[in-house]
């Protein structure tokens, strides 16, 4: 399977799968939000790394690309499940620089420069998923290039 970035479907997707997605994720901040004001910040910080939006990503991948075989007349297809993979995989590089994001600010915040700080976290957040996507493609693929 090819992965690729395709806009159109943002034409595609139903009004209702955004609402599901931003209720979603605005359940799990209010959850965290409210975690953290009666135990504290580092209880409710745990709870912000939900992925409050894959779930639902992840189920709408695979019901639109079960959808676009349908119609092409093809009747079985796992290629639902594997685009859904291929979403979790990104969502677990992507895991990967937040917690690097989180790491730096915590330890750095202390003593350095807030806006340093940030523009350092960033930098990392940016690095360490498309450093774990490269790898994971010229490395780790078990795939033909």
């Not at 409210?34 to 639902?56: H, T």
């Not at 079960?66 to 639902?80: D, L």
Request: glycine share 8%; net charge positive.
């Amino acid at each position: 399977m090819k992965v690729s970035a395709n806009f159109s479907a943002l034409k595609k997707t139903k009004w209702y799968e955004y609402a599901v997605r931003f209720l979603l994720g605005g359940t799990v901040t209010v959850v965290a939000g409210l975690l953290a004001k009666y135990y504290g910040p580092v209880f409710g910080g745990l709870f912000l790394a939900f992925p409050a939006i894959f779930p639902a990503s992840a189920t709408l991948v695979d019901k639109h690309e079960r959808q676009k075989k349908q119609r092409a007349g093809i009747p079985k297809t796992t290629r639902g499940r594997q685009a859904a993979g291929l979403d979790a995989a990104g969502a677990a590089h992507g895991s990967l620089g937040l917690a690097t994001f989180a790491y730096i600010i915590w330890k750095l915040l202390p003593a350095w420069n807030v806006a340093m700080v940030f523009v350092v976290a960033v930098s990392a957040w940016l690095c360490v998923p498309c450093a774990l996507w490269w790898l994971r493609k010229e490395h780790w693929s078990h795939s033909p290039k």
